[in-house]
């Protein structure tokens, strides 16, 4: 195990705080994406509620793949949202 290093900020280089700058823009633009796809997800599982509930119009293939579609959708999202609030 190495040894923890502290570091004052006041003595860093300017490359060294550009690349602490860069990180933290990045790890906020991942955030953003993650909000996008889950937002992506969330209508994905409403349409394939819909059609799962949409009667005889759809072929009951299709209304149960979509049931069970939704449901995993759901679950999944749930999942990226637990993972993403320990971040």
Do not use: H, Y
């Not at 570091?7 to 790890?27: F, G, H, M, P, T």
């Not at 796809?37 to 293939?61: K, Q, Y």
């Amino acid at each position: 195990m190495r040894p923890r290093v502290v570091v004052d900020n006041a003595n860093l280089s300017s490359a060294a705080l550009r690349i602490r700058e860069l990180q933290a823009q990045a790890k906020s633009l991942a955030g953003e994406q993650v909000k996008e796809l889950l937002a992506v997800l969330a209508t994905a599982e409403s349409m394939a509620f819909e059609i799962a509930e949409g009667g005889e119009v759809f072929a009951p293939g299709i209304r149960d793949v979509c049931r069970r579609l939704a449901e995993d959708l759901e679950q999944r999202s749930q999942t990226i949202e637990a993972i993403q609030a320990r971040r």
